[in-house]
C-alpha cells in the first residue's frame, strides 16, 4: 500500500455507533441515550495498527509463497537424485550378483569380480547420500550445504554427516588398490609381469590415505564449529587450509610420478620403442602437473599470511 489511510469523520462517527451497539448487546444493557466515550484518537490508533498488520500479514504470505515455490523446486530436484542412484544401486547390485556366480564358475578373474563388488557398495554409498541430502532439503528447504561453517537443520549435522561418507567412498578405493598390489605380487612372483608398477599403486594409495586424514581434519573443525569453539572466519581460513595442503601434497607426488614415467619413457625412445609422441603427451601432464603444484603453493603461501 503506497499511501496510509487518514479516516475522516463520518467514519469515525459510524465506528463509535458500532461500538456502542455492540457494547449494550454484549452486556445486555438498555439502549442508552450516550455514546460509549471512545477517543478519536485511540479509533485512529486502531485503524492504522489494523491497516499496518495487514500490510504485514501479506508481506509474510508473499514470503511463504516464494519460499515455498523454491523448496517445491529443491525437493524434486533431491528426490530425483535419490530415484537415479536408487536405480544405479538396484542395477550394480544386479551386476555384482552375476559376477559372482559367474566367479564361482571360474570364469570371471578376481580382480574383475572385486571391481565389481567394490562399484556396488559405491553406490551404495552414493544413494545413502542422496537420501542424507533429501532430508536436509525438506528440513531447510534449500539446496545441501557442505561448508564447514554451515548452520546445523534441525540439531541435525548433514556436513558431518556427507563428510564421513566421503570417508567411507576412499576406504573403497584403498581396498581396490590393495587388491590390485596382491594380485600383482602373484604376477611377479610367477614371472608374468615386472614390478614396475608397485610405485604407481604405492603412490596412489599414500594419496589415499592423505585424503583420508585431511577429511578426519576437517571433520576435527567441524566439531568445533558446531561446539562454539571457532568462528566461522576461522573455520573458513583452517579449511581452506586443510584443502591447500592435501593439493599441494598431491600435486607434488603427481610431478614425481609422471617425472619418473617421462624418464623410463625417454630411455624407450632412445632404443626406437615408442614414439616421440608419446614423449610429448608425457611431458603435457608433466607440464599441467606442475602448474597445479604452483598453483597449490601460492595458494598455501597467501593462506599462511592470513593466520
Given amino acids: ?75 524434486a530436484r533431491a528426490e530425483t537424485e535419490v530415484k537415479l542412484k536408487k536405480a544405479h544401486l538396484e542395477s550394480t547390485r544386479e551386476m555384482a550378483s552375476r559376477a559372482e556366480m559367474r566367479f564361482s564358475n571360474g570364469l570371471v578373474r578376481e580382480e574383475e569380480y572385486r571391481v565389481i563388488q567394490i562399484a556396488a557398495k559405491r553406490a551404495e554409498l552414493d544413494w545413502n547420500k542422496s537420501l542424507l541430502n533429501l532430508d536436509e532439503v525438506k528440513a531447510s528447504g534449500a539446496a545441501p550445504r557442505n561448508e564447514l561453517y554451515a548452520p546445523e537443520v534441525g540439531g541435525r549435522d548433514f556436513v558431518s554427516e556427507r563428510l564421513k561418507i566421503e570417508i567411507k567412498e576412499i576406504e573403497l578405493d584403498l581396498e581396490l588398490f590393495r587388491s590390485r598390489v596382491e594380485r600383482l605380487k602373484q604376477l611377479v612372483e610367477k614371472g608374468l609381469v615386472q614390478g614396475d608398477e608397485f610405485g604407481l599403486i604405492q603412490s596412489e594409495i599414500a594419496a589415499r590415505k592423505v585424503t583420508i586424514d585431511k577429511i578426519q581434519k576437517r571433520l576435527d573443525l567441524r566439531k568445533r564449529f558446531v561446539a562454539g569453539e571457532i568462528t566461522a572466519q576461522e573455520v573458513e581460513i583452517k579449511d581452506r587450509m586443510t584443502i591447500a595442503e592435501r593439493n599441494l601434497h598431491l600435486a607434488q607426488s603427481m610431478v614425481d610420478s609422471l617425472s619418473e614415467q617421462l624418464k623410463r619413457l625417454k630411455t624407450l625412445e632412445t632404443k626406437g620403442m615408442i614414439s616421440p609422441l608419446e614423449i610429448k603427451q608425457m611431458q603435457y601432464a608433466l607440464d599441467a602437473a606442475q602448474a597445479e603444484l604452483e598453483l597449490a603453493t601460492l595458494e598455501m603461501d597467501v593462506l599462511k599470511k592470513l593466520k
Fill in 1 to 75: 500500500m503506497s499511501e496510509i489511510y487518514e479516516p475522516d469523520g463520518q467514519f469515525l462517527e459510524r465506528l463509535e455507533w458500532q461500538l456502542s451497539s455492540e457494547y449494550r448487546r454484549t452486556n445486555r444493557l438498555k439502549p442508552s441515550s450516550g455514546k460509549i466515550a471512545v477517543p478519536r484518537r485511540m479509533v485512529a490508533i486502531t485503524c492504522m495498527v489494523g491497516i499496518l498488520m495487514t500490510g504485514v500479514a501479506m508481506i509474510k504470505a508473499a514470503e511463504y509463497i516464494q519460499d515455498s515455490w523454491r523448496k517445491k523446486i529443491e525437493i
